[in-house]
């Protein structure tokens, strides 16, 4: 059956802004051009231009930044500006603080001292963005088809929350909080999957942008929303995924002793026997979302994050003094699984078809189509 969108003509951004370097406090940075040629644009000041090998060294200084470029003498000023010049200009970005780290962006940047730290925001083209976030988020070495698909997810997530951070003046952030982010991709076969699906975004029935919820291997079934995060979605459902059972996230392991365990469910507040040690077998051959021993019950997600396990797709066996925690998977199990989603681009299945198998009744459409866009 085929479902016709109304178009809807909404002016969709080519760029987004993004704080790089969120989940650190640098104190200063060194811009570099790598490309290209940059203009540094400060208030009341004429504006510098910046060649490709050159740097600047720009530093918190009492409030207020201290810029040093290799000819001046260093200057001050509120905030700065670094304006691409050419359409295609790219810069490194060294950060000094307790873990000094550089890294490689596009387009502009804007810099500016703010609660003892300096932020760094990033104005790039959306697409060199997606396949940014696809290199930090996916990996590299895979098939296009699976790229494409974490292309239109990473896409999906980025306008369903582009306001995220609108009232500090930025649109996302560059970790987990938002999307993971670590600069540019050099991988040529990344970021053609990212330009061939430019645009594109997943939407549920209603045309409404989805939460494209993905992770790394499901064990051989994806848990539906409601099961891990309560609020249910028409299009997070349990998914049987042949695909990802023998990858390399597929089975994992954790033993206990008796007594450790039994502390733990007791502080969770299990008041029944405790000398029968197969009283705390449970088995889990479909993802159910608590343990129960007896009428006592824990929610899954509970045990996962205190016992910092790798998926709440487990089964329980005693073994001697031992509590062995037999599971499957890695991550929450919703949405996309990653490694599933690899086995099924080798063998033919394009990005289409690997999307649709996640999602259910979902259908991929422009970002023009959607109707909540921020």
Not at 97 to 124: A, E, H, W
Not at 147 to 166: C, E, G, N, P, W
Not at 205 to 230: K, P, Q, R, Y
Not at 270 to 285: A, C, E, W
Request: glycine letters at 8%; hydrophobic letters at 35%; proline letters at 2%.
């Amino acid at each position: 059956m085929s479902l016709f969108l109304t178009v809807i003509n909404i002016a969709v951004s080519s760029q987004v802004k993004i704080r790089l370097f969120a989940n650190q406090s640098p104190e200063s940075a060194v811009f570099s051009v790598t490309n290209g040629n940059y203009k540094i644009c400060a208030f009341n000041r004429d504006s510098i231009v910046v060649a490709k090998g050159e740097s600047v060294f720009i530093s918190r200084f009492d409030g207020i930044l201290l810029i040093k470029t290799r000819d001046s003498s260093g200057f001050i000023s509120d905030s700065i500006l670094f304006s691409s010049q050419t359409g295609n200009d790219s810069f490194s970005l060294r950060v000094n603080g307790s873990t000094p780290v550089k890294q490689y962006y596009s387009g502009d940047l804007r810099c500016f001292p703010d609660l003892g730290t300096l932020v760094l925001i990033n104005t790039c083209d959306v697409e060199k963005y997606i396949a940014g976030v696809v290199k930090a988020e996916g990996g590299s070495g895979k098939n296009i088809e699976y790229f494409k698909s974490q292309a239109v997810i990473t896409r999906t997530y980025m306008y369903r929350y582009l306001d995220k951070h609108k009232s500090d003046g930025y649109n996302l952030c560059d970790n987990t909080h938002c999307q993971a982010f670590n600069g540019t991709s050099s991988d040529s076969i990344l970021n053609k999957a990212a330009l061939e699906t430019k645009g594109l975004v997943i939407l549920d029935h209603d045309s409404l942008l989805i939460i494209s919820a993905f992770h790394s291997n499901c064990g051989g079934e994806t848990a539906s929303s409601e099961d891990v995060w309560l609020s249910s979605q028409t299009y997070l459902r349990k998914v049987v995924d042949p695909y990802c059972i023998n990858s390399k996230n597929a089975i994992w392991q954790k033993k206990f002793s008796v007594n450790e365990w039994m502390e733990f469910i007791r502080k969770s507040g299990y008041s029944g026997l405790t000398d029968d040690k197969p009283v705390f077998s449970f088995s889990q051959n479909s993802r159910m979302s608590d343990y129960q021993v007896g009428t006592f019950k824990i929610p899954l997600t509970t045990i996962r994050a205190d016992k910092n396990l790798r998926s709440t797709f487990f089964s329980v066996v005693t073994e001697g003094d031992s509590v062995i925690l037999r599971g499957r998977g890695y991550g929450h199990g919703v949405g996309l699984c990653q490694e599933g989603a690899m086995v099924m681009a080798s063998k033919g299945f394009n990005y289409m078809e690997i999307i649709d198998f996640y999602y259910s009744g979902v259908m991929i459409s422009d970002i023009k189509n959607a109707v909540n866009l921020p």
